[in-house]
């Protein structure tokens, strides 16, 4: 049921990240919250941590969006990519750190963000200017040097801390200084690349720092092989056994 329930949800999730350059934060986020502890995903001591490996593994996961959903409108002209940098290097500056944070805040802290979040993102796509008028022609206006600092400071900190990649708010960005919809969702793309590669890196080196195993015996327990001490001369289903997991990927974080 899981793994059915995975599916449709990475084929939603690549919809509508191809389609509107973001969405995959908001999907597995909580698919993590909800579906691992109900599947016994994670042991009972590691569900203090769920935020934490909700926001990780949406991270991660946008490594491969990013890439192919990039590469297919960098293809059809959709990329200003004059646009795209500096921009983008601020943002994996700021991923790094958001991710940091994650690792060292309660999940009830990460929950409340996240909440708070998309209520913040749907008022200042509404209520603002820019965002729902669309204009002729693609005419983005670069901000000053300090500004686009800051704006990638905050987006890849946010972005990381809460396992959105970012495209929610540099649709926004885009649109707002004159970018045309197709042209924003298309850099969206490129621009949450530094977030899902620098973010993943973070997350996985802080959990180096606090001595989580992250091992190929770490993955491959997730998996049922037959047991050495019970191997049977015939295979059989009855007589697999899943071995146990040496190690959580989040057990002794702070």
Known sequence: MIYAVLVVVGIITGITAGMF???GGFVIVPLVYHFFPAYDLLAASDRGYLLQ???ATSTSVMIVGTIYSSLKH???GNIDWSSVFPLAAYIGIGSAIGAYVATVVP???IKLFFILYILGVIADCLLRQGFMQDSDGHEFHHMSRPVEFLAGLVIGAIASLLGVG???MTVPLMRRHGA????AVAMANPLSFPVAILGTLTYVLAARHHHVDLGPTTWASSTCRPSPSSRPARSSASSLRCAPCP????RRMP
């Open 53 to 55: 490996v909700g926001v």
């Open 107 to 109: 999940g009830s802290w």
């Open 74 to 76: 960098h293809l059809a």
């Open 21 to 23: 350059g973001f969405g």
């Open 166 to 168: 970012g495209s929610v």
């Open 247 to 250: 190690g959580s990927l989040t």
């Open 180 to 183: 045309r919809m197709k042209n």
